[in-house]
Nanobody, 119 residues
Framework: QVQLVESGGGLVQAGGSLRLSCAVS????????MGWFRQAPGKGREFVAA????????TYADFVKGRFTISRDNAINTLYLQMNSLKPDDTAVYHC????????????WGQGTQVTVSS
């Protein structure tokens, strides 16, 4: 198993930027991919971006393409989400998630970090 701890959320004005981090500990050698998801008040959880841990191949939801960048630093077992040109609609709790080798989906989740974008 792995453990995930997010940080970097906060309050920012529309058009501003934030960088989220997700520290990974535990069986990091078994990581296949990691992702970011978000959940806004009254809405379901939605996919934001994901990246394969070894190869670094990234995928994005259409609504963040060109604004958000997912990356990872394997040396320090940390996942990032650089968020630029933030909009009020980006307000949500952001969670990182891990998918391990042999698993079909994301099985481990962090506690989340709040991102609030004011207009």
């Amino acid at each position: 198993q792995v453990q995930l701890v997010e940080s970097g959320g906060g309050l920012v004005q529309a058009g501003g930027s934030l960088r989220l981090s997700c520290a990974v500990s535990g069986r990091t050698f078994s990581l296949y991919s990691m992702g970011w998801f978000r959940q806004a008040p009254g809405k379901g959880r939605e996919f934001v971006a994901a990246i394969t841990w070894r190869g670094g191949m990234a995928t994005y939801a259409d609504f963040v393409k060109g604004r958000f960048t997912i990356s990872r630093d394997n040396a320090i077992n940390t996942l990032y989400l650089q968020m630029n040109s933030l909009k009020p609609d980006d307000t949500a709790v952001y969670h990182c998630a891990a998918r391990l080798d042999g698993q079909l989906g994301f099985s481990t989740w962090g506690q989340g970090t709040q991102v609030t974008v004011s207009s």
